[in-house]
């Protein structure tokens, strides 16, 4: 039975959980790939994609000092704090994106992918950092909240513009 209990173990460390990120932050590049596509002039989007990870390249490179606060921040919440915060998080995420993506407009479409890059780069980080383990709660309320979200209301992509919506794509 202790070979049964390792083995399900491992499976679900080493396989379930790294596929439950990697899907999570595919989904975010499916949805900025599809605002890329559906933009009038793509390089916004494109920026808002590429944004968050410049930055996040820049605080690697400067030794993350200002990521480190961040964690030890975290770290000091308490575990029902951790799931709170990254159910907020979640959701927040969602509806901002769900609103912005209203107006079908290319700003909108841009905020929207620099939102989901944001987040792909925050998990990204996260796991580079090794804070994982410290943070494992809100990255639990993340992604429950997250995913019951969209089971309920749908992953917000971005959808062709009529003909007669107004772009603010020369403003």
């Not at 916004?44 to 606060?69: D, E, K, M, N, Y």
């Not at 796991?127 to 749908?154: H, Q």
Request: net charge positive; hydrophobic share 55%; with cysteine.
């Amino acid at each position: 039975m202790e070979t049964v209990r390792w083995l399900l173990e491992c499976a679900f460390v080493y396989g379930v959980y790294p596929a439950v990120i990697v899907t999570i932050v595919a989904g975010m590049g499916l949805g900025i790939e599809r605002a890329v596509r559906l933009s009038e002039n793509r390089m916004r989007p494109l920026v808002g994609a590429v944004l968050p990870f410049a930055i996040l390249g820049f605080l690697v490179v400067t030794q993350q000092s200002g990521l480190i606060l961040l964690a030890e921040s975290l770290k000091g919440l308490s575990r029902e704090y951790q799931l709170l915060l990254g159910a907020v998080v979640a959701l927040s995420v969602g509806e901002a994106a769900r609103l912005l993506l209203r107006t079908k407009t290319d700003r909108a479409y841009a905020i929207h992918t620099m939102i989901l890059s944001a987040n792909a780069a925050f998990i990204i980080w996260v796991v580079m950092s090794g804070a994982l383990d410290a943070i494992n709660m809100g990255f639990l309320g993340y992604v429950l909240a997250g995913g019951l979200w969209v089971i309920s209301r749908g992953f917000p992509v971005p959808q062709p513009r009529n003909q007669e919506s107004e772009s603010d794509s020369k403003a």
